[in-house]
């Protein structure tokens, strides 16, 4: 039963790593863009909802509210304002100005912040748990794992159902017939980059809630986000959904082994599937 | 006489260091078929990047009605009514064939042109309407880059090299349609290599060589001869 508890706990465990990769994924596909801070947009959006927590009182759930559309409003004018002007045919600025953005967050939040650990108070929900056959499940983690199943159904029906999916599909496809069909790429990239930093909000906060956090975490979660995404492979939203769960199989499996094991375990999971298939699980199926 | 749709004044088109189109001086009529030939190379593609703003220009260089669009973005022109069918298709593979055809109405615009109207002109693509457009056949591929086009409801449409890898009956089928298409007061360019296809649709004729205008005619008065001095340079 315990090993019954360590694979269900992975799997909810999951969740939360899908939520990190979605806004990854999602950039990563309309723009081809390797976003090193994602990681540390992550801790902003935890630090954020610690704010708005303490200064009003709210609930951590009811302060995404407020932390999510901040969070987008932030992506966009990143978007329009630095990561557009980094965009071409090379792949390196973006990488550079990305990593260098990552250092100036996370010692922005260090100043403002210091590198105490904090922890965004949920009350009651951090401890709840409801008894499934035999297990004990923290409400917080299927809650979770339910939110990231949501999250990526929304981004699906967005991309497959909506004109601004179908904009951010063919933008990712050719970016200069887009542009020729009216759409502003550095728009609709804008959009997508409010979108992305829209879902990690909730992720951050999530995470916030869940363990203590400081600033220096992010890069830890920008790894995690990564593996996701390639153990699903590219450009398939549900597949990163399934790379979350197997990565955090894989550590709550190794964690179990022997608690020092947890991280190193999800990482030897990462390379042994990308040593089998090498484009990850589910390369890009569209729907 | 008419104000021109388009006119193009001294346009110098450059890419880096190395210059395509030198001082191209070219006019469109309302609701007129112009065609421009020209060898590859000679710079018929710039001029259409040019025009469509893919390519940015000096000041006044491209005029589209009232507005100078020499500066202007591809997407704020595509606002003004001004679409284009790109040479090889270029379809956006990750869409359905009825999305590709949505997003050229993207731009918001009204007029004849719909879902509706496009399946009507091509009956194929209504049935192939959900399948990815890469599954398509070359010709059906066209039929979507030029309904696409025409879900802008545009007043100036381009094609560039609509007839370029096709099988030759596909391109006499396209042709035929064509004088449908454009019938309703656009105004056109046709690209093309093919100089008896792009004659015979037309009024006018450009050719172009080496980035600058050799002839400007009536596409039916002008000389075989004259065409060939002006497509090759030869004497």
């Known amino acids: 039963m315990d090993w019954v508890n360590a694979l269900v706990q992975g799997m909810l465990l999951g969740g939360l790593y899908a939520l990190f990769a979605a806004g990854l994924s999602l950039i990563f596909g309309v723009m081809r863009l390797v976003n090193i801070a994602h990681g540390d947009l992550i801790i902003l959006a935890a630090y954020l909802g610690l704010t708005v927590t303490t200064a009003t009182g709210l609930h951590p759930l009811a302060a995404l509210v407020i932390v999510v559309p901040t969070m987008a409003l932030i992506g966009y004018a990143l978007?329009?304002?630095?990561?557009?002007?980094?965009?071409?045919?090379?792949?390196?600025?973006?990488?550079?100005?990305t990593f260098g953005l990552s250092v100036i967050l996370q010692n922005g939040l260090l100043e403002i912040y210091t590198a105490d650990p904090q922890k965004i108070n949920a009350g009651a929900l951090e401890t709840a748990s409801i008894a499934v056959g035999g297990l004990q499940l923290g409400v917080l983690p299927v809650l979770t794992f339910a939110v990231a199943v949501a999250v990526i159904w929304g981004l699906q029906w967005t991309f497959y159902h909506t004109s601004l999916g179908r904009a951010f599909r063919a933008v990712s496809d050719n970016q200069d017939i887009a542009q020729l069909m009216g759409l502003n790429r550095r728009h609709i990239f804008g959009l997508a980059m409010a979108l992305a930093l829209g879902v990690t909000a909730i992720g951050g906060i999530l995470l916030g809630i869940r363990t203590s956090f400081d600033p220096s975490i992010g890069g830890g979660r920008l790894i995690f986000g990564f593996e996701a995404v390639i153990i699903g492979g590219l450009g398939n939203l549900w597949g990163t959904l399934a790379g979350g769960v197997i990565l955090g199989v894989a550590q709550t499996i190794g964690a179990k082994i022997d608690p020092g094991w947890q991280v190193l375990s999800g990482h030897l999971a990462f390379l042994l599937i990308l040593a089998i298939r090498p484009n990850g699980l589910f390369p890009r199926i569209s729907a | 006489m008419p104000e021109p749709i388009l006119q193009m004044q001294g346009l110098d088109?450059?890419?880096?260091?190395?210059?395509?189109?030198?001082?191209?001086?070219?006019?469109?009529?309302?609701?007129?078929?112009?065609?421009?030939?020209?060898?590859?190379?000679?710079?018929?593609?710039?001029?259409?990047?040019?025009?469509?703003?893919?390519?940015?220009?000096?000041?006044?260089?491209?005029?589209?009605?009232?507005?100078?669009?020499?500066?202007?973005r591809a997407d704020e022109i595509?606002?003004?009514?001004?679409?284009?069918?790109?040479?090889?298709?270029?379809?956006?593979?990750?869409?359905?064939?009825?999305?590709?055809?949505?997003?050229?109405a993207q731009v918001g615009r009204?007029?004849?042109?719909?879902?509706?109207?496009?399946?009507?002109?091509?009956?194929i693509l209504e049935e192939r309407k959900d399948q990815a457009s890469t599954s398509l056949s070359g010709g059906q591929q066209?039929?979507?880059?030029?309904?696409?086009?025409?879900?802008?409801?545009?007043?100036?449409?381009?094609?560039?090299?609509?007839?370029?890898?096709?099988?030759p009956i596909i391109i006499r089928d396209i042709y035929k349609a064509l004088p449908g298409i454009i019938g309703t007061g656009m105004s056109a360019i046709i690209v093309e290599q093919d100089i008896s296809k792009a004659l015979s649709v037309s009024a006018r004729v450009y050719c172009l060589q080496e980035g600058r205008v050799s002839l400007e005619g009536a596409s039916d008065t002008v000389s075989r001869d004259d065409i060939s001095r002006a497509y090759f340079g030869i004497e």
């Open chain 1, 79 to 97: 978007q329009r304002g630095l990561l557009n002007q980094t965009l071409g045919d090379d792949l390196l600025p973006p990488l550079l100005v």
């Open chain 2, 110 to 123: 009204s007029g004849p042109w719909d879902l509706q109207a496009v399946y009507k002109l091509f009956p």
């Open chain 2, 13 to 72: 088109a450059h890419y880096g260091d190395f210059q395509a189109l030198y001082g191209v001086d070219m006019h469109v009529e309302q609701g007129e078929v112009l065609s421009i030939i020209g060898a590859n190379g000679a710079g018929k593609t710039t001029l259409m990047r040019s025009i469509t703003g893919l390519l940015t220009n000096g000041p006044g260089q491209v005029r589209y009605r009232d507005h100078d669009i020499s500066q202007l």
């Open chain 2, 142 to 167: 066209q039929m979507v880059a030029i309904g696409r086009a025409l879900m802008a409801n545009p007043d100036l449409i381009l094609f560039d090299e609509i007839s370029l890898g096709l099988a």
């Open chain 2, 78 to 104: 595509a606002v003004h009514g001004l679409a284009m069918v790109p040479e090889g298709r270029q379809l956006f593979p990750s869409l359905s064939v009825r999305e590709n055809l949505m997003i050229g």
